[in-house]
């Protein structure tokens, strides 16, 4: 018997229903496909640095291309990955944002620097990263600050 001819016979108080089991697959079968595809975006912080508050700090909306320095309170340097070593000298912090800007900008992104100062170290380190990042070509600069209202870091 066809389904029209069914649904002539059907009687009043029978209920057509309809089967929600393919759309909740999809719903799965979606869900899957969009985590797979994201990329989650983690900005590592070395925990021995302290950024200083500002008043005015405020969550920067892009978070693509960011290429993480860490300045601690005794001048030292370091990349994101704090295992990778100290960046010593001026050539070393500027292979690594050189090397970290190809990738972005393989990506499509605009390479930034994200400079997390300690807030009892001396600017003239902060300058040193700054003027390397300048060499290998990057002039975005991000400064890390916490919150003041609520002493969250940016």
Same mark, same amino acid.
């Given at each position: =018997?066809?389904?029209?001819? #069914? @649904?002539?016979?059907? %009687?009043?108080?029978?209920?057509?229903? =309809?089967? =929600?089991?393919?759309?909740?697959?999809? !719903?799965?079968?979606?869900?899957?496909?969009?985590?797979?595809?994201s +990329?989650?975006?983690? !900005?590592? =912080?070395?925990?021995?640095? %302290?950024?200083?508050?500002?008043?005015?700090? @405020?969550?920067?909306?892009?978070? *693509?291309? #960011?290429i993480?320095?860490?300045?601690?309170?005794?001048? &030292?340097?370091?990349?994101?990955?704090?295992?990778e070593?100290?960046?010593? +000298?001026?050539?070393?912090? &500027?292979?690594y944002?050189? %090397?970290?800007?190809?990738?972005?900008d393989?990506?499509?992104?605009t390479a930034?620097? *994200?400079? #997390?100062?300690?807030?009892?170290? !001396?600017? @003239? *380190?902060?300058r %040193?990263?700054?003027?390397?990042?300048?060499?290998?070509?990057?002039?975005?600069?991000?400064?890390?600050?916490?919150?003041?209202?609520?002493? @969250?870091?940016?």
């Open positions: =018997m066809s389904n029209k001819l #069914r @649904k002539l016979n059907a %009687k009043p108080e029978e209920e057509l229903k =309809m089967d =929600m089991s393919p759309m909740i697959d999809m !719903v799965f079968l979606l869900l899957i496909f969009f985590i797979v595809v +990329t989650p975006m983690v !900005v590592k =912080m070395d925990a021995k640095v %302290k950024p200083s508050v500002a008043y005015n700090a @405020k969550q920067p909306e892009d978070k *693509h291309g #960011r993480v320095v860490n300045v601690r309170s005794d001048g &030292t340097i370091y990349p994101v990955n704090v295992e070593g100290v960046l010593e +000298t001026d050539e070393d912090i &500027t292979e944002v050189r %090397k970290l800007k190809k990738k972005y393989n990506q499509g992104f930034r620097l *994200h400079l #997390r100062g300690d807030k009892k170290s !001396v600017f @003239k *380190h902060s %040193k990263v700054i003027k390397a990042s300048a060499a290998a070509g990057v002039d975005s600069v991000i400064f890390s600050a916490y919150d003041f209202e609520n002493k @969250k870091a940016k």
